[in-house]
T-cell receptor, first 110, second 115 residues
């Protein structure tokens, strides 16, 4: 089993749609959790960290369920500029390298 | 501007010719790491470093070496490159402490082709 698993998609949605991405991780000792965004083979960029209490940044909401080892990302009111690959990322321990899911591709159309 | 700088951006080389990909960060970060990205496999960790002179293997370290003699630099060395090391490489850095607050900052990537 892969350490971090995501639905690869693609998710094709119209502008204004709400879309949800899910991710599971297998190492229960994992300490930190993130969503990164990657555009067309450019470098990954941090979208948001994910906390057990849930956190929101504008149109983006992230949730972490440690008991189920499940991470989610909700994007509301999708924009064309949201089209990208979204990477679920887990850090086993501070200072060690990140473990990436393979990414979920989102395409938002007008 | 706070950034992670990788060089070169693109490199085509021949099998067996030693090469070094440089990585430098100007944010005084303790943590640095290298990844490779391949179609269908995603991003995989090669090596990471928690501080000067402290390095450790990631998931795919075979064929690579690293060194961390200064905090700002973390070069990736391919002693004898082979075609299966053709990939897109990313360097990243992060400050210490609970990394959930900071995440990692990535360089722009190095696209390496070994023929």
């Amino acid at each position: 089993r892969k350490e971090v698993e995501q639905d690869p998609g693609p998710f094709n949605v119209p502008e204004g749609a709400t879309v949800a991405f899910n991710c599971t991780y297998s190492n229960s000792a994992s300490q930190s959790f993130f969503w990164y965004r990657q555009d067309c083979r450019k470098e990954p960029k941090l979208l948001m960290s994910v906390y057990s209490s849930g956190n929101e940044d504008g149109r983006f909401t992230a949730q972490l369920n440690r008991a189920s080892q499940y991470i989610s990302l909700l994007i509301r009111d999708s924009k064309l500029s949201d089209s990208a690959t979204y990477l679920c990322v887990v850090n086993r321990q501070a200072g060690t390298a990140l473990i990436f899911g393979k990414g979920t591709t989102l395409s938002v159309s007008s | 501007e706070a950034q992670v700088t990788q060089n070169p951006r693109y490199l085509i080389t021949v099998t067996g010719k030693k090469l070094t990909v440089t990585c430098s960060q100007n944010m005084n970060h303790e943590y640095m790491s290298w990844y490779r990205q391949d179609p269908g496999l995603g991003l995989r960790q090669i090596y990471y470093s928690m501080n000067v002179e402290v390095t450790d293997k990631g998931d795919v370290p075979e064929g690579y070496k690293v060194s961390r003699k200064e905090k700002r630099n973390f070069p990736l060395i391919l002693e004898s490159p082979s075609p299966n090391q053709t990939s897109l490489y990313f360097c990243a850095s992060s400050p210490p402490g609970p990394s959930s607050y900071y995440g990692y900052t990535f360089g722009s990537g190095t696209r390496l082709t070994v023929v």
